[in-house]
């Protein structure tokens, strides 16, 4: 009985191997089309589909398409598909088509999508925010269609890398703001369709496109439509703001084009009489600029209104948050000057610039047209004569937008000449100053001290336009954007937007009792927003830019709490200091600022997530001794589910599902690994936060008031 018994047992476990050997498709296809499936709401209609196993090739799932092993082709248009398509889409690595339009699909697109495919249809759903940044790095994309959505906001500057895109379709949406420049670099456009939308600006990068089809209709554009454009078959364009006077050379008036053209000529009477008007308009604007521009040139005007007003009633407005200090690191510079005792403890807020930013600036916004939109007149001879802004628009790649001259005698102005009431920062490498314009914009200036130039001439002129011009190229939804520059006179400064709220530092560490504290998936939202930074910076940017700095009082936070990574491009700054670039943050390898790698930057990371998960600073003297440096002393207790519980930020009280703060601290686990070569890359930090997010349901814009308790959240 014995052998008998034996030989049966055998024969059952063969017959239960056959399945897995007989199996064609590529397992990492099978698991993302798993999830796919789960994500989807387990349609029954989806014939052969499952959630876990399978063989999509060899038993011929619907809309399954294979080559051997691997999936090639994804057709699921019009089949009344709910959910969301999951978060794996980037393991389809085989998959060249991929068709899901005409569905009831909803939340975000997929931040990845099947990275070489060449047809994406996603038309005709509820998908809401934004095209995903990672279709940038869709080299063999043909075929864009997004249209029929309910996406929002402004188009990323991120078309500079898709020689082969014949289509793209971004009709009948919500998207707004003005087109990026990127758009003029896709030579092998035809056809282009953004009609039905809220776009705004001029069209002037679409003039060199070999287009077949173009449409338009019902934006906010304005401008002149290029006279190249005017040869187009298909061409509509009603429904915008276009100019009505004469077109400047190479444009042509809207009235002659598109389906709904014809309007009338101007009679040259009326050209004269609109000429006279225009040039008494402007003369009437110069007087008005001088005049305003002499009443609030006095330091003390923009003191009082600052003295009174910005430090003491932050805390009594109607704002739940208190943007206090951020602690930096002093370089070589100066001592800084002596603040009024109310001023002390906000003195070092951020190490870098903020912004004030409902609407964040994005990067196919050119600066000119956020901030300072008229600088005063002596702008002008700045830039026709100031050496610097030659060298740098020589040095600008094709793609690059040109950063703004700003004089140094505006900036002056505008900080009260740098006064002790202006100062928000000092960091490694300077002091970071407010500058505020008599028409309410605010700015932040970062002055460098010269000492970190190597230029013989000792103003650091051509090093510096080399920085400006690196870092104008540095275009992302989730990195603070580079307004402008000046160097004159021996001084080299970078003017940025400024962020009221702060930075995460002043959040986590500094708000006391007079502000919410930052909720649980704001706190995901911030380490996802701040990991795709990071991930354009490393994986996205030629050449590379390793960071050096990334730390809590380098993520300024918007608004809506929107975190937006500064400090950039200025790694060659921070290899000339022996200082440490910041206490807790720094790599086990980084001895010296020269030894630092994009897996120091992985490892920084991880230490900000430990700031997001315990509210604790990276290192903190006033702890027990065992407890000082953040990371010696979480490490140990990240993968202990009741040490972790112990570990989180008092704050949050309680208010955070325990699998969603164990996953977050398993990613955290991997980043501040000892030895940088088994950190992650930052690509897959962000997959890993992007799959939390999604196995967690989570609502990234839910605030402490809208949160459940633990037991009542559905995780």
Sequence with gaps: MYPSSCSSLGFLLLFSLIPFALSKTNSQDVAALNVMYTSLNSPSKLDGWKASGGDPCGDSWDGITCSGSKVTEVRLSGMGLTGTLGYQLSNLKSVTYFDVSKNKLQNQIPYQLPPNAAYIDLSKNAFTGNVPYSISLMADLEHLDVGNNKLNGQLTDMFQKLPKLKVMDLSNNQLSGDLPQSLSSLKSLAQLFLQNNKFTGKITMLGDLPLDELNLANNKFTGWIPAKLED???????????????????????????????????????????????????????????????????????????????????RKSNNNFTPLTSQELSGHNPPPPVLPPHLRQGALRESFESSNSVDVKTPQKAPSQGYNKQPPSDLAQSLNDNEFASRLNSKKGGGARAAVPYALSDLQSATASFAAGRLLGEGSLGRVYRAKYADNKVLAVKKIDSSYFHDSNKDGGGEFSEIVASISKVHHPNIVELVGFCSEQGHNMLVYEYYRNGSLHDFLHNSGDFSNPLTWNTRVRIALGTARAVEYLHEACSPTVIHKNIKSSNILLDLDLNPHLCDYGLGTFHTRTSQNLGVGYNAPECTTPSAYSMKSDIYSFGVVMLELLTGRMPFDHTKPKSEQALVRWATPQLHDIDALAQMVDPALRGLYPPKSLSRFADIIALCVQAEPEFRPAMSEVVQSLVTLVQRSSMNMKDDLAASRRTEDLDY
């Design 232 to 314: 187009i078959n298909n061409l509509d364009t009603d429904g915008n703001n276009w100019s009505k006077g004469p077109a400047p050379p190479g444009q042509k008036k809207a009235a002659n084009a598109g389906k709904g053209g014809g309007g009338a000529r101007i009679s040259t009477g009326v050209l004269i009489a609109l000429i006279v008007l225009g040039v008494v308009v402007i003369a009437a604007l110069l007087i008005i600029v001088f005049f305003s521009r002499r009443k609030s040139s006095s330091p003390s005007s923009f003191l009082d209104d600052e003295e009174k007003s910005h430090h003491q009633n932050n």
